[in-house]
């Protein structure tokens, strides 16, 4: 679902209240998952083991992190802060942004979760059998216990909290990077900001951290285009500002991270790789997005089809956005975890890439957490990629015949996805 949809959606929620199901519909609904769960082997319930862990984990934070204080850098003074859904549990990265001299300087913070999930404790291990967290629609699997999500892990406004921070030092002239700095700090949020608060605050001079957010947003906007330019492939072009803060300080993060990996100390990472089409599969979808009605593929563009369909997604009308994603979609070859980078993200255009920004809900970024605490890799990387790529796999398969169950029953998806359920007595 496109996002000027999905943010459409979020305001029909609030208007509309959850989508009213009687309880023998509920059953066929529960006893449905249950049998998909099965069918994927995606586990529901932690191992009690993990929960005791979880709990034990969460108890005496305040003093964890003052005797964490003099090992980590203390950026608790730095403005800082989330941005995320009205309906977030929980805010696992947030940023603070500069402009000196010479450089801007755009800090991404992101929970510290590896330093309470360790390769020896039951958590990780439930981490790796699970691998990412599934989401279907009103109906969430996570891949760590939601307690620490909803506390520790949680970068909540006006509390400390331990977090893993990319500092990035980006050239003026082309934000590239200038210097990358990864470590272990302290810092305090000063605010959870909503995407609609967000872009209240861009429109408001005289608002709360203003000037900080319309700098984010600049740079970000600035990031965006330059992607863009240099043959990115952009699904999405009608993203509204604060999301594309968001998504681009993230990609800057991931990215950041892997370079410095490979190129600063010469350690391998998970690596996301993204193969690319064949060029006949590349020209079998810009000729079936040019026989749309209304839709028109720039000529000079055909021979570089990634800011061919750039293009003509800026141009088209708003119809046909979700059937010129499709037909590009339908191309794509499975992105993959790997050990090796190789090939590169196609989609993205990078030579080397890997996540890093979102531990609490995928493997991949919880190892990288850790292969960048540790400057070593583990032993079975590569069977980590392979149970990271699999279970990405099986948790999407697995949304997709959810959300058929749900057709089946006369449910809308996205109506349940972006409003919930809830069971009425007939």
């Not at 005289?206 to 330019?229: C, F, N, T, V």
């Not at 993203?239 to 803060?245: C, F, M, S, Y």
């Not at 055909?302 to 088209?316: C, G, I, Q, S, Y």
């Not at 493997?363 to 279970?391: F, G, K, M, T």
Request: charged fraction near 35%; charge should be negative.
């Amino acid at each position: 679902m496109s996002d000027q949809r999905d943010q459409a959606a979020a305001g029909t929620a609030e208007a509309q209240g959850p989508v009213e199901i009687d309880e023998e519909t509920a059953e066929r609904i529960a006893q449905r998952r249950e049998e998909l769960f099965e069918k994927f082997e995606i586990p529901d319930a932690f191992p009690q083991g993990a929960l005791t862990e979880a709990e034990r984990r969460t108890e005496d934070v305040e003093a964890e992190i003052e005797a964490e204080v003099d090992e980590r850098r203390d950026l608790r003074e730095l403005t800082t802060w989330t941005t995320d859904p009205v309906d977030a549990q929980d805010f696992d990265d947030a940023i603070s942004v500069e402009e000196r001299d010479d450089v801007y300087v755009l800090w991404v913070h992101i929970a510290d979760v590896s330093h309470y999930v360790t390769p020896d404790s039951v958590m990780w291990e439930s981490a790796v059998e699970r691998a990412n967290t599934v989401y279907l629609p009103a109906y969430t699997v996570h891949m760590l216990p939601p307690i620490l999500a909803e506390t520790v892990c949680s970068l909540v406004p006006q509390e400390d909290r331990l977090a893993h921070t990319v500092e990035m030092h980006l050239d003026k002239d082309n934000l590239g990077y200038e210097e990358i700095d990864i470590y272990k700090s302290v810092v305090h949020s000063d605010e959870r900001l909503t995407y609609t608060e967000t872009e209240e605050r861009l429109d408001d001079s005289d608002g709360p951290m203003h000037e900080e957010i319309s700098l984010a947003h600049d740079l970000a906007d600035r990031m965006h285009e330059y992607r863009k330019e240099e043959g990115s492939l952009v699904l999405n072009p009608r993203r509204d500002r604060a999301h594309t803060i968001v998504e681009e300080c993230m990609l800057k993060a991931n990215k950041a991270v892997t370079h410095e990996l490979m190129w600063g100390r010469g350690v391998e990472a998970m690596y996301r790789v993204h193969p690319q089409p064949t060029p006949d599969e590349w020209s079998n979808a810009l000729r079936e997005i040019q026989e749309l009605d209304g839709v028109s593929v720039p000529a000079d563009k055909w021979d570089e089809p990634r800011k061919a369909v750039n293009a003509t997604l800026e141009e088209a009308p708003a119809r046909q956005l979700d059937k010129i994603q499709w037909a590009v979609m339908k191309v794509m070859p499975r992105a993959r975890y790997m050990s090796d980078p190789f090939g590169g993200h196609h989609a993205l255009n990078f030579e080397i890439y890997g996540h890093f920004t979102s531990p609490i809900r995928r493997l991949s970024d919880l190892i990288n957490h850790w292969i960048v605490e540790e400057n070593d890799v583990p032993e079975n990387l590569a069977q980590l990629c392979d149970r990271a790529s699999d279970r990405q796999g099986a948790a999407e398969a697995c949304e997709r015949e959810y959300k058929q169950v749900l057709q089946d029953e006369h449910l809308d998806p996205d109506a349940v996805n972006s409003r919930g359920l809830e069971i009425v007595e007939e």
